[in-house]
């Protein structure tokens, strides 16, 4: 049968069909949903009395050890695992977080057991589990390795995001900076890449010795790449450890990756040490040969050197062909190191156009922000 033979008001009647099948669809959905979630919650609820007793019979030394057994094999069901983190929220809203101390310990039994078990499930049910290890701070502060801390381990060689970035974060709460260590030799054999800021914002979450972890993978940079090496150096520069004479030699040696060495530059902006002043220097007074982000970041970082001899140098840096390194030195001198108009006299009055132009540009721009200040003060 032809289309042109079918009559108009048959193709109404089968688009009207449709729509009601879409919305007896939804509406029957939405009815379901809501079921779903009420069992969810009354399921909750169950184990939230049952949770209870345990606690206290834990915290009494009244240890079950047939209750243990049989919560590792229901939790073996994702429903059932959402519930149980359900009823430990509600828990952790009434009971305080000593009492609950003895019960979570005896839940590292309950996380060995089901290691097997989402170890090899979809990537949503592994990231879930490893978010609940960290929830529940299960291993924290332990010494040896065990099933679960080698299960976080490879998990970080997960092709999914989420699975890697929940097994880190479990790593870090564990406190561990072997398991640390280990982990982060794993992604550099199988060539992972995660995100620099995840991976330094990570490392501060850690819950043992920061400085001694900090240590401890800056002594194995020779086995990373530079994309694992660089959070490794921001973490340091956040932290605020000592090493000084370690970035120095980073800083100075022109084999090292360029973005290794900027972020050298960067620690001695925040971390002020008198052996990388000339050094710093140096990379204004040759910007011509070298690449322009040398450069401005070493100008940035001569804010926090003030002198004569720092003062001039960023007046010749004001030269600079490149309008971000120009910036940078106006910037770290009127804002950084506070230089009087007066004492750029020679550069306002000299014949370079564009170093005059960059300090009226920094000057109207500070002018501006203070105006905004005034402005919102008054407001409110």
């Not at 120095?248 to 052996?275: H, N, S």
């Not at 170093?355 to 409110?380: F, N, P």
Request: proline letters at 2%; one cysteine or more; hydrophobic letters at 40%.
């Amino acid at each position: 049968m032809h289309v042109l033979s079918i009559k108009p008001e048959m193709i109404l009647y089968f688009y009207m069909a449709s729509c009601l099948a879409v919305l007896v669809f939804n509406i029957l959905y939405i009815f379901v949903d809501k079921y779903k979630g009420r069992r969810l919650e009354h399921r909750s609820l169950e184990m939230v009395d049952e949770i209870s007793g345990q606690i206290q019979d834990t915290k009494g030394g009244n240890i079950q050890e047939a209750y243990f057994f049989g919560l590792a094999r229901r939790l073996r069901k994702l429903e059932k695992l959402r519930a149980f983190e359900f009823s430990m929220d509600e828990i952790q809203k009434t009971v305080p977080k000593e009492d609950m101390k003895e019960y979570l310990e005896h839940l590292r039994r309950v996380f060995l057991e089901l290691v097997p078990i989402y170890e090899k499930r979809d990537e949503i049910e592994q990231a879930y589990f490893a978010s609940l290890v960290e929830k529940f701070e299960i291993d924290r502060g332990h010494k040896g390795y065990d099933g679960l801390m080698d299960l976080m381990i490879r998990m970080v060689v997960n092709k999914g995001v989420y699975v890697r970035e929940n097994a880190l974060k479990a790593l870090y709460m564990m406190g561990n900076k072997e398991a640390v260590l280990a982990a982060w030799e794993k992604m550099e054999d199988n060539e992972i890449y995660h995100s620099k800021k995840l991976l330094s914002d990570g490392l501060l979450s850690f819950t043992g010795d920061r400085g001694e972890l900090a240590r401890l993978l800056f002594g194995h940079r020779d086995r990373f790449e530079p994309r694992l090496i660089l959070p490794v150096m921001q973490f340091i520069r956040f932290l605020g450890e000592d090493f000084r004479s370690e970035f120095l030699e980073i800083m100075k040696k022109e084999t090292e990756d360029k973005e290794i060495r900027l972020e050298a530059v960067r620690y001695f902006r925040k971390y002020p040490y008198g052996p990388a002043r000339e050094a710093l220097q140096r990379f204004l007074q040759y910007h011509e040969f070298l690449d322009w982000e040398y450069a401005a970041v070493a100008a940035q970082a001569l804010a926090s050197y003030p002198g004569p001899d720092t003062v001039d140098c960023l007046k010749e840096g004001l030269k600079a062909a490149n309008w971000y390194v120009r910036l940078n030195c106006a910037d770290a001198l009127i804002v950084g190191l506070k230089i009087q108009k007066k004492d750029l006299f020679d550069v306002y009055n000299g014949r370079d156009r564009y170093a005059r132009e960059i300090l009226h540009y920094v000057t109207e721009k500070i002018e501006i922000k203070g105006q905004e200040m005034e402005l919102r003060e008054t407001d409110v």
